[in-house]
């Protein structure tokens, strides 16, 4: 029988033992109930991937939070895969809400394809959940680690904010998932904005430092130098700029704006 709270899968790309998986699971368990299936192993940048090389194996686990134990399931798998195993494995009822976060981390512009946290969230959109990302701003040596220099309560606050609105209203119109960016140095009283996309990559990749192609060598990253020039109605801005949390509605038709009756007769037109 379904609890009387609303039930609220949660899930990650940093992996089951990620401080930022935890403090969103404390912060959702106060509106409801939760139930965590995050990847066994750190999966950054995974996107919305299903590999055909994850051996899919769930592990239910004990984990301790905050003086609370939690029974969590620990997936072989990608963040979309975990939401997969979740949703058709784990869960025994359709969940109210996707919630994948918070991550380490900000996942803004046209990089957010890469992200597996916002991956998580469009894989659980397009079986037509619910689904909330969430990201916190951290320097880029954080992003793979564990750190217990960041502090995700502002974080977490935000992600249970948004989770309950999500849980009372429809999603708006067209709209299949919301994305949320909370700025470093975020309280609980920072205050929030809707942002489109930037049109900016953010993250400018590069190259790997080696002497040879045989030896192995991995794409790196670093912020862009475009900051200057970003319109003010973008999540990067937004973020950076006004040091506001970003809210981005997120819809998976990537279908370009224009009139497609006028785009055939352009590229029918003999030049």
Known sequence: MKKNKPHILLTNDDGIRSPGLWAAASELSKIGYVTVAAPREQ?????????????GIIRKEQVQVN??????????????????????EIVPHKPDLIVSGINYGENVGLGITISGTVGAAMEAASLGYPALAVSQETDAHHHLSYSDEIDFKPAGYFTAYFAKL?????LFKDVDLMKV????????????????LSRHRYYEPIPAQRVSWDVPGSISY???????????????????KKKMV??????LDMTA????????TYLRKQG
């Not at 134990?69 to 195993?85: F, K, M, N, T």
């Open 43 to 55: 999966s950054t940048a995974m996107g919305r991937s299903l590999p055909s090389t994850s051996d």
């Open 246 to 251: 970003a809210v981005t509605p997120i819809n």
């Open 222 to 240: 670093r912020h862009d130098n475009l900051l200057d020039h970003e319109p003010e109605d973008t999540d990067v801005y937004v973020l950076r």
């Open 257 to 264: 704006r224009v009139d497609l009756s006028e785009l055939e």
């Open 166 to 170: 999500m849980l009372e209203k429809k």
């Open 67 to 88: 003086g609370q134990e939690w029974s969590v399931y620990a997936i072989g798998g990608s963040p979309a895969q975990a939401v997969l195993h979740g949703i058709l």
């Open 181 to 196: 960016e909370v700025p470093r140095h975020a309280t609980l009283e920072t205050g929030w904005q809707t942002a489109r």
